[in-house]
Each structure stands twice: as structure tokens, then as C-alpha cells.
């Protein structure tokens, strides 16, 4: 990948423009990707996550699951081979911040959201593109939702 | 050529569905070393759309390095289209049987579609709180815990930390707690 034979005169490297937008172009098709998977695994369906919240089947429980058991073992795998990432740095991930109270308490409120709406925000876009239009309202008051974080966050547990 | 044309309107099992979404994790680290997750994109379209003056603190950063995210949101809109519109499962989603009579206690019908009509109905102003108040409580609750399914759930665990363990159990008692009790309750008013 690097150290490519560069023709004398010839400006082979991409400019950085050209690079950031071949890139962002990259982030789209992942994200198309997945909006694919979530809506054909049933992960985005209504039905399903009502199901799951009732433990009525074990559909949503084998997903996450295995996506879990997946997400570890490549990402080990990953890290191990000491293949670099596409920009050529070293693979690494970011730890979470310590505590724990903001993520008990944010935690439960997001969930009573996820339980009553039926979606989180992955299947938010997705269900929009779908053309499921009056989720753009859990859309915007999610939004509004954001912006009260944001106003209350010195006064909030964390 | 019409097996291909079922596979693709079919849904898939979770035992292939999983894995799909779990491999989103190693994708985005090796496209850009980016930590998989969605509900951040609610933040910066906040700094975006807010008004410099009127921003709290937590919406000045840089939104422009975390353009990435926001381009995988709209491949997600994208994905919702093509998977849902053109390749949409023609069949209502095949449910348990007890979860199929939990459904129709609620006083809705399984139908072909991802989202019950019952709940889309906008002329009902019972959806339109139902609706307002789980976005509200989804957004709020995402930023205060740090990160939502994608980013707990899926990255989180999958990657070993600890908080996220601590918010992915938070996610399933709340959820829980709201389908079983609020979602009912809800569904009693509106009906």
C-alpha cells in the first residue's frame, strides 16, 4: 500500500482534498452497509423490539449477541495482525471515561425511550429512509432531547 | 433469477444478521480508527444547526473532524431506502406466538411493515406525544450516558469497557420497564 513506485513528473498522490472526500465517501457506503442489515436482520422492526423487551423470543438476544461475539474476536484479530488502518496508523481504541453514574441514570432514560418509541438511533435514519415519515418527530424531539443534555450537563451526575 | 429476487426481500436469520452488524466494528476502525456508534451524530447536528451565541458548552467543538459520522448516518437513510422500500419484506415479521399476542394486547396488527400504522397515524395527538416524549427521553438519554446501541451495545462491548457493560444493562431495564408498563398505558389512551 505505501512506498508505491511514483512515475518522475507524474503527480500520482492523491490530493488531500480528493483523499478526505474518498474517505467520507467510504463512511457513506459503510453506513449504507449497515442501514441494509439493520432493516433485512430485523433489528430496526418495531415488532422485534417489543419482542425482545418481553423476552418472548430469542430473534434480537442471538443478534446482539453474535454481533457482540463478532465485534470482539475481529477486533482482536484485527489489533493482533497489526494491520493498519487505512490512513496508516496503528489500530486503536478508545476507552469509555470512567464511572458509572451517568451511565446508570443516562442508561435507564434512553432505554424507557427505546422501550416506548421501539427504536434507537440507528433505526431512526433508518426507518426515515424507509419512508416511515413521523419518525422524523422522535427525530426532532430527540434532537431537543440532545440540546437539554447539553443545557443541564454541569448540574447532571457523573 | 426470482430465488435471488426472494433472498434479497427475505429477512435474514440472526445467526447471519449478527455477525453483519458485529463486523461493522473492526470496518470503522480499519476505514479511520473511528469508534462505531450513531446517537453522537444527535450532537453534532446540534452544533451545526444551533446558533453560535446561543450554544451551551457542549456543543463547541470542531463538528467538521466528525463529518465521517455524519456521512455514515446518511448511508444509514440510504440503506433504510434501499432495504426497506425497494428490497422490503413482503410479509408481516414472523413473530413468536407469544410475542405475536402481546402485540395485538396492545392494539396493534402485524403487518407488512417495520413500524405499526397504529403508531404512525398523526391525526391520533396521543401519537404525537407518544412519539415527542420517546425521542426526547431517546436524545437526552444517549448524550447523558455516553452513547446509545451502536456505541454501548455493540462497540462498547465488544471492544471490553466496563462502562458500557454498566449502560447496556441500564439500556434493557429501562426498556423493559417502559414496554411493559408506560407502552401499555400509552396504548390504553390512544387507543
Known amino acids: 500500500m505505501t512506498g508505491e513506485a511514483s512515475i518522475p513528473g507524474v503527480h500520482t498522490e492523491p490530493s488531500s482534498t480528493t483523499r478526505a472526500a474518498t474517505g467520507l465517501l467510504l463512511y457513506l457506503l459503510a453506513g449504507l452497509y449497515f442501514g441494509v442489515v439493520l432493516v433485512k436482520s430485523e433489528a430496526a422492526s418495531w415488532y422485534r423490539i417489543q419482542e425482545m423487551f418481553r423476552f418472548e423470543s430469542f430473534h434480537m438476544f442471538g443478534l446482539m449477541g453474535s454481533a457482540v461475539f463478532t465485534g470482539m474476536v475481529t477486533t482482536i484479530l484485527l489489533r493482533r495482525s497489526g494491520l493498519k488502518s487505512r490512513d496508516g496508523q496503528t489500530i486503536r481504541v478508545t476507552d469509555k471515561e470512567k464511572g458509572w453514574r451517568r451511565y446508570v441514570f443516562g442508561g435507564l432514560t434512553f432505554g424507557m425511550g427505546w422501550g416506548l418509541a421501539g427504536v434507537c438511533p440507528g433505526p431512526m435514519f433508518v426507518l426515515v429512509g424507509a419512508g416511515v415519515w413521523p419518525i422524523l418527530i422522535v427525530l426532532t424531539f430527540a434532537l431537543l432531547g440532545t440540546y437539554l443534555y447539553g443545557v443541564l450537563k454541569a448540574r447532571l451526575p457523573h | ?191
Not at chain 2, 6 to 31: A, E, M, Q
Not at chain 2, 33 to 54: D, Q, T
Not at chain 2, 79 to 84: I, N, R, V
Request: proline share 7%; hydrophobic share 45%; net charge neutral.
Open chain 2, 1 to 191: 433469477m426470482t430465488e435471488l429476487l426472494d433472498f434479497l426481500h427475505s429477512p435474514w436469520p440472526w445467526y447471519l444478521g449478527g455477525p453483519l452488524i458485529g463486523l461493522t466494528v473492526p470496518l470503522l476502525l480499519w476505514l479511520g480508527n473511528k469508534s462505531f456508534g450513531i446517537s453522537a451524530n444527535l450532537r453534532h447536528a446540534c452544533a451545526i444547526l444551533l446558533p453560535e451565541r446561543a450554544k451551551p458548552g457542549f456543543f463547541h467543538y470542531d463538528w467538521r473532524r466528525e463529518r465521517w459520522n455524519l456521512m455514515f448516518a446518511g448511508g444509514l437513510v440510504l440503506g433504510g431506502g434501499l432495504a426497506g422500500l425497494i428490497f422490503a419484506n413482503p410479509e408481516p415479521t414472523r413473530l413468536s406466538a407469544a410475542g405475536a399476542q402481546s402485540i395485538q394486547d396492545l392494539g396493534v396488527q402485524v403487518r407488512p411493515s417495520l413500524f405499526p400504522s397504529e403508531l404512525t397515524d398523526l391525526s391520533n395527538p396521543g401519537v404525537w406525544l407518544l412519539l415527542a416524549f420517546s425521542g426526547l427521553l431517546v436524545g437526552f438519554g444517549t448524550r447523558y450516558g455516553g452513547g446509545c446501541t451502536s456505541g454501548h451495545a455493540i462497540t462498547g462491548l465488544s471492544t471490553l469497557q466496563g462502562p458500557s457493560l454498566i449502560a447496556t444493562v441500564s439500556f434493557f431495564v429501562g426498556g423493559i420497564l417502559s414496554a411493559n408498563l408506560l407502552l401499555p398505558l400509552f396504548m390504553a389512551v390512544i387507543g
